[in-house]
């Protein structure tokens, strides 16, 4: 796909989200830059127990032993269940939190405090209630922008998610969607070499979170930088990234099946020891992929039973382990 | 008691009649017209000696009275005049403490105490030390006035900068914003509408730090106008400085509030 067609389509897919216009863009994303390579090192993190609890309440373990090369210009899912330490592991990253033990490099430094090489889009969109959609973007801008060159790449950036009919409109004024794609303009507008997206639909309705995803999709062709997504949505990863990881609690108690092979219910989220990768999948095929392929069904079933999710594959009289190999086969 | 659910009136479609401006403006009026009407009628049918409650009537000649003496204006002008100026010098100092104390820790940890313990002090308790300290001058009313103003911003500025939502600073640090940057941009706005609440709660304070001030050692003003009517029985002039502190006090206010307006429109 040349650089011309796939701003248009980016165009395009933001005015089909609503509001933007249906120009194409002249130019896509300028100045990002070269997306970079992230690496953890025998990460681990531990939080001291927090003031105000018992004394006996030891220091909590959310995170051991995480070693993971991101290269650049890739798209990698964090999976894991609610409390896994997956938020922590993306905060690391991007210098918001600092490890207990182990490193993080970026294109082979180590991270700093609120890196610059890194950009957040949070959970929650976060924006200043005072300021109009287009100021909010604006606080991406790295520093030392020029006011002509900053005020063009924010127009740019709010076409790009189709939202320059809402430009002088205030946060409080705009529905979630739009609010949380301000959010991600805002952090395309640092320029990132490693874009940090944790849950970034995950309070979005189910439609709207279709549709953000295909954005995502074609805001990374546009400007491919490196992607750690943190999600709680398998059907989400398998969409959007080039590679899974699944965090939860070692020892590793999922066959190549699927199948937890003590077969018990014991919470992954549970942490005692910390969570670090029990799997690790390389999501087969291109994007944008095929919503309803069974090759997806089948990853996705194996992904969620080591979430803990039973995919009830006997209801239809299917086992629910499958002898489906890992990718790349 | 037991549980009592209202009568479901029914659904307004129109605008409430109390959200009306000029309703609001004749409805604030209307106990003020009725109490006047009252205490005219109590003084016109001799239900309490005039010696002990003037008439309406009685306030007003006294008003003329001082003000043809060329009094009244200047008991006013100072009066106000030291109250902007106390008021000015106390909030921005408060503003100043409670900025610093609001926004670290250490300075919370070395400072929060003893202001604490200042605060604790009646207001009364100053005049004499200051009296002494600044004599009967321009300076010891300020200070009264200022100390009076200073301590509900400061309380209110370091509450809000302590609960200014985190997730909103990490995202601002997270864009590479810090400390005054930081401030200006993320921190200094989302106090602002606090910061107004607690400069009307100065502005009242210190109003009543300026009386304090007067009553005690003063050869002008309204307090001192108090001060010496009590002593003189001239319970018309009492009445007098009373209305004009109450019109002053509401007067002034109502400035900052339509300021307040103005700011929450613009940052909340």
């Known amino acids: 796909m040349s650089a011309s067609t796939t701003t248009s389509t980016v165009a395009r897919r933001a005015a089909a989200l609503g509001g933007g216009s249906a120009r194409s863009l002249a130019a896509g994303p300028s100045g990002a830059k070269a ?32 070693s993971l090369t991101v290269r650049a210009g890739e798209v990698l899912a964090i999976l894991g269940t609610s409390g896994c330490g ?6 690391i990253a991007g210098g918001l939190d600092s490890p207990s033990t182990g490193s993080v490099q970026i294109d082979g430094s180590p991270t700093t405090a609120f890196d610059t090489r890194c950009a957040v889009g949070f959970q929650e969109p976060r924006l200043l209630p005072w300021r109009t959609v287009a100021a909010n973007v604006s606080l991406g801008l790295p520093r030392g922008t020029a006011r002509e060159a900053g005020r063009a790449r924010v127009a740019e950036l709010l076409e790009l998610v189709g939202l320059t009919a809402f430009a002088g409109h205030r946060p409080a004024a705009i529905s979630g969607g739009m609010a949380q794609r301000t959010s991600l ?95 690790e999948l390389t999501v087969p095929g291109n994007r944008p992929r095929d919503r309803g392929s069974a090759e997806l069904a089948e990853l996705r079933g194996r992904l969620l039973a080591g979430l803990g999710i039973d995919r009830h594959g006997d209801a239809r009289g299917v086992a629910s382990s499958t002898n489906i190999p890992h990718f790349p086969y | 008691m037991t549980e009592t659910i209202a009568p479901n009136t029914a659904p307004a479609v129109r605008r409430p009649l109390t959200s009306r401006r000029s309703v609001r403006v004749v409805g604030g009026l209307l106990l003020p017209v009725l109490i006047l009407i009252a205490w005219q009628l109590t003084t016109a049918l001799g239900l309490v ?48 403490a409670g900025s ?21 002090v009646p207001s009364l308790a100053w005049v004499p030390l200051l009296i002494i300290w600044l004599k009967y001058g321009e300076e010891s009313k300020i200070t009264l006035v200022a100390i009076g103003a200073f301590f509900p911003v400061y309380t209110t500025v370091a509450q809000a900068l302590r ?21 200006t941009a993320v921190q200094l706005p989302a106090v602002i509408p606090s910061v107004i609440s607690g400069l009307r709660l100065a502005l009242a304070q210190a109003w009543l730090f300026l009386v304090a001030a007067e009553l005690l050692g003063a050869s002008m003003g309204l307090g001192f106008l108090l001060a010496i009517s009590g002593t003189n029985g001239r319970i018309d002039r009492i009445l007098l400085a009373i209305i004009l502190l109450a019109l002053l006090g509401k007067l002034t206010d109502a400035i900052l509030g339509v300021f307040e307006k103005w700011a929450i429109r613009k940052w909340a």
């Open chain 1, 35 to 66: 997306a970079l390579a992230v690496e953890f090192a025998g990460l681990g993190r531990t939080f001291a127990p927090s003031a105000g609890t018992v004394a006996s309440v030891a220091a909590r373990p959310v995170l051991r032993d995480v």
């Open chain 1, 86 to 91: 997956k938020s922590t592991l993306l905060r």
């Open chain 1, 185 to 279: 303009a805002r952090a395309l507008a640092r320029n990132p070499g490693v874009l940090l997206l944790d849950e970034p639909f995950g309070a979005l309705d189910a439609l709207t979170r279709l549709k953000m995803q295909d954005l995502l999709l074609d805001v990374h062709a546009a400007a491919p930088t490196t992607v750690l997504l943190v999600t709680h949505d398998v059907d989400e990863a398998l969409q959007l990234a080039d590679r899974i990881i699944l965090l939860g609690q070692e020892p590793a108690t999922t066959d190549a099946g699927g199948t937890r092979a003590d077969g018990n219910a014991r919470a992954p989220g549970a942490t005692t020891f910390g969570a670090t990768i029990v799997q």
């Open chain 2, 49 to 96: 000696s005039i010696s002990q409650l003037p008439s309406p009537a009685m306030v007003w000649i006294a008003a003329v009275d001082l003000f043809d003496r060329g009094e009244l204006t200047l008991y006013v002008a100072i009066s106000t005049q030291r109250v902007l100026i106390g008021f000015a010098i106390g909030a921005a100092l408060g503003l100043a």
């Open chain 2, 100 to 120: 610093l104390v609001g926004l670290s820790r250490a300075a919370d940890v070395l400072l929060a105490p003893t202001l604490g313990a200042i605060r604790a």
């Open chain 2, 163 to 183: 609960h200014v939502d985190r997730q909103l600073v990490e995202a601002g640090r997270a864009f590479g914003l810090r400390g005054v940057r930081l401030f």
